[in-house]
């Protein structure tokens, strides 16, 4: 019995002893699931008698109380090891700080990773044929993305208390008379100008010649077009308008042949005050002037805020296509209507790749060598001072392609419009002339829209 007391006393102030981290740990590898089983494999309990209780060697590898070895953070999360261990609490801290490194890249990158999610798909090149994805196209294509400027007023409509400072006839300071060059929009913006330094200047405007055009050859006159006593009453109130040249003028062919009679060196987009200072003197001089060349001639930013009013009534309400000319243009939209019905819109593409938009860029483009040289040929023979030799031309192109100041190809168009989100199916109608290298060059887009037509009209010039 003394020794049996003696042996208790020992086991129990060996328990004593150990410190609170350690029972702790014994504890937790005691619940723990991977701990390996410290009993005997037989059903003996403390036995050391028999087979089953036979006492191992001490040689042998000890499978109890042995771990499945894990970094110390991870331990300390799954509860195998005591947190408050010096070795766990600064791995547990490292742990924390690259979770949140990583959550910190991962909000930083998840735009970048959603914008390239959705960024525009790309196409496939098989030969001239472009093989793109298929995808739903948005209804916010064909919605009007300024719905909200319906409600403003017209900048064109004259104000109620505006009042005529129109000098009578006897007073007019001369007048002008100009050409209209290039196609029909630049006609148009050129008519606009001339009415609106007729105000500047305060002079009387001829009526414009439309000029022939290098490309069209169209020989189409000014009221082949507008109704012309449309055009000067609703302007009767702003500028003088007279039909003709007037008859005392004996010089008319002088008008644009005779250096007396022509105002020429006028700067590009020109202000207000350049008409006033240097054109107006030699008109109140030599009572009518031509001024030639007239594209581009007058600015937008350094004009009067009314001068541009007038500009916009011009184009907007004076320019009045002839009746016969509205009909048609009525049943060309009706039948464009009619044909794609209201569930599926259509576009009117203007592609401005004809032949003489191409020369007149002077870029170069994808073709044989034939047709390079018949378009040197061609440069060579309008624009001779441009061309000169044609070796600076080169790199000029190249310069002008990369700063985006040439005409895109049909197909480069096809790509943007498919980018933008425009399907397959979207009903296109070409509305510009001939295009440069024929069904050749029209491929790549037709390909991309098969619903396609093209067409030329002589009145859209």
């Known amino acids: 019995m003394a020794e049996l007391r003696h042996a208790t006393a020992a086991a129990a102030a060996t328990h004593a002893s150990s410190s609170p981290a350690k029972r702790d740990a014994e504890s937790v590898s005691a619940s723990s699931p991977l701990v390996a089983s410290s009993s005997?494999?037989?059903?003996g309990g403390g036995g050391g008698d028999g087979k089953d209780g036979a006492p191992r060697s001490s040689s042998a590898p000890h499978l109890h109380h042995q771990r499945y070895r894990l970094p110390s953070p991870v331990r300390s999360l799954l509860a195998l090891e005591d947190p408050r261990s010096p070795s766990a609490s600064a791995s547990y801290r490292i742990l924390v700080a690259v979770v949140a490194c990583l959550v910190v890249a991962a909000l930083?990158?998840?735009p970048s990773v959603w914008s390239r999610l959705n960024a525009p798909y790309l196409c496939r090149k098989d030969g001239i044929r472009l093989h793109c994805?298929?995808?739903?196209?948005?209804?916010?294509?064909?919605?009007?993305?300024?719905?909200?400027?319906?409600?403003?007023?017209?900048c064109a409509e004259r104000r109620s208390d505006e009042i005529s400072d129109l000098a009578p006839e006897n007073e007019t300071s001369g007048y002008i008379f100009i050409h209209a060059e290039g196609g029909l929009n630049q006609q148009r913006i050129a008519i606009c100008n001339a009415v609106a330094i007729a105000k500047i200047m305060s002079a009387t405007l001829i009526l414009p010649v439309l000029k022939q055009d290098q490309i069209w050859k169209d020989q189409t006159k000014f009221e082949d077009i507008f109704d012309v006593d449309y055009f000067i009453n609703s302007l009767k109130d702003d500028v003088?308008?007279?039909?003709d040249i007037p008859e005392w003028f004996t010089e008319k062919d002088e008008l644009f042949t005779s250096i007396k009679r022509t105002v020429k060196n006028i700067p590009k987009y020109a202000s207000a005050q350049f008409y006033i200072d240097n054109v107006l003197p030699r008109i109140k001089e030599k009572k009518i002037m031509s001024i030639k060349p007239f594209v581009d001639r007058l600015g937008y930013d350094n004009v009067p805020t009314e001068i541009n009013r007038l500009r916009c009534r011009?184009?907007?309400?004076?320019?009045?296509?002839?009746?016969?000319?509205?009909?048609?243009?009525?049943?060309?939209?009706?039948?464009?209507?009619?044909?794609?019905?209201?569930?599926?819109?259509?576009?009117?593409?203007?592609?401005?790749?004809?032949?003489?938009?191409v020369g007149l860029s002077f870029c170069d483009f994808a073709g044989t060598r034939e047709e390079k040289a018949m378009m040197a040929d061609y440069r060579q023979k309008q624009w001779p001072r441009r061309y000169k030799n044609g070796s600076h031309l080169w790199p000029l192109a190249l310069e002008k392609r990369k700063e985006g100041r040439c005409p895109l190809e049909p197909g480069e168009i096809g790509i943007i419009l498919r980018a933008m989100g425009y399907?397959?199916?979207?009903?296109?109608?070409?509305?510009?002339g001939q295009v440069y290298g024929g069904s050749n060059r029209m491929a790549p887009l037709r390909n991309m829209f098969?619903?396609?037509?093209?067409?030329?009209?002589?009145?859209c010039r």
Do not use: C
């Open 314 to 357: 011009v184009n907007y309400h004076a320019l009045k296509f002839l009746p016969e000319i509205e009909e048609m243009a009525d049943k060309l939209a009706t039948r464009m209507r009619n044909r794609t019905g209201n569930v599926n819109p259509y576009m009117a593409l203007h592609l401005r790749f004809e032949k003489g938009m």
């Open 423 to 432: 399907t397959k199916e979207t009903q296109i109608y070409v509305a510009s």
């Open 40 to 43: 005997p494999r037989g059903g």
């Open 108 to 110: 930083v990158s998840a």
């Open 450 to 459: 098969p619903n396609l037509v093209g067409a030329s009209f002589s009145f």
């Open 133 to 154: 994805p298929r995808v739903n196209e948005r209804d916010s294509l064909w919605e009007n993305p300024h719905a909200a400027a319906a409600s403003w007023k017209p």
């Open 240 to 243: 003088r308008i007279i039909r």
